[in-house]
């Protein structure tokens, strides 16, 4: 068994790719000299490429060896475990948050929205996107019975390091949270609609269509 910073030092995504396209959906909500927070930043990749339109960012998370790029690439970041801690903030001194692919993995969501509310501006920004449990792709594996990519262990397997998943979301649940937590929702969009089995036929119209069929969901929301 692994404990929970052995296993975010060992990566489950790929994280150049997630990196591009989430840089690409924050450049629409960036203005300059913003002052942003990026929850669980790895190796500060999404960080730099903020950096670089005049951002003032910060990066948390809970890797030492991942946050040790970090500060390689010059962004200030800190060691924190966020699930059920205060962030070591001050009250509204953030533009925008962005949480990628780190909801899922915490106990007590409604606590970590709290503190994200806490830490933004009036009109602040949060994105945040979680793999969506209601995609198309989980729907066709459970129609023929197969385990739809939910972990039942954190044993680490050569062929399938697990994502270490505690919380699953579909489209209705996400966005109820959310505006229990007095967040305003701008928009929830998706990435990519999987059509097959295998996951090697997508379609990125059919995830802007419908989103609560899309592989991972991405909320844009307001204080």
Known sequence: MVNVKEFNNQRYRD????????????????KKEYNVLDIGCGSGLLAASIKNNVNNVVGVDLSFSMLKHTLEKNIPCCLANIDGIHLSFKDKCFDLVFAGEIIEHLYDTSFFLREIKRVLKESGILILTTPNLASLGRRLMLLVGKNPLIESSLDIDSENIPAGHI?????????????????EIIKISSDEVILD???RIKSVLLAKLFPEIGRCLIVVCRT
């Open 197 to 199: 089995m295998n996951g």
């Open 167 to 183: 919380r699953y979301f579909v489209k209705s649940a996400l966005e109820k949270l959310l505006i229990k937590s007095g967040f």
């Open 15 to 30: 994280e150049y790719g997630f990196c591009n396209q989430h840089s690409i959906l924050l450049q629409k909500y960036l």
